[in-house]
């Protein structure tokens, strides 16, 4: 299955070229973490994960087509 990544933020580092938009073949029934796992992403850097504007757990497992949206924390002052 096609899963497409938006990587936000200081996770671009993470990724080959730092391109904010990875689209990547995972097996039927991958979860989040599989995702994070074959883009090299340590979960414990991303704060916040979104499908279709809902918060995602690292369990929660991805469908054909869908579009995750990976942020890191924000820091300011």
Same mark, same amino acid.
């Given at each position: 299955?096609?899963?497409?990544? *938006?990587?936000y933020?200081?996770?671009?580092?993470?990724i080959? #070229?730092? !391109? &904010? $938009?990875?689209?990547?073949?995972?097996? &039927?029934?991958?979860?989040?973490?599989?995702l994070? !796992?074959?883009? #090299?992403? %340590?979960? &414990? &850097?991303?704060?916040?994960?979104? !499908? !279709?504007?809902?918060?995602? *757990?690292?369990? /929660?497992?991805?469908? /054909?087509? /869908?579009? $995750?949206?990976?942020? /890191? %924390?924000?820091?300011?002052?």
């Amino acid at each position: 299955m096609r899963v497409q990544a *938006k990587i936000y933020g200081d996770l671009l580092r993470f990724i080959e #070229g730092q !391109r &904010e $938009v990875v689209t990547v073949e995972l097996r &039927e029934g991958a979860s989040l973490s599989d995702l994070l !796992r074959v883009l #090299g992403i %340590p979960a &414990e &850097e991303v704060w916040m994960a979104l !499908r !279709r504007n809902q918060i995602m *757990k690292e369990e /929660d497992v991805l469908v /054909d087509g /869908d579009e $995750v949206s990976l942020f /890191d %924390p924000v820091l300011g002052g």
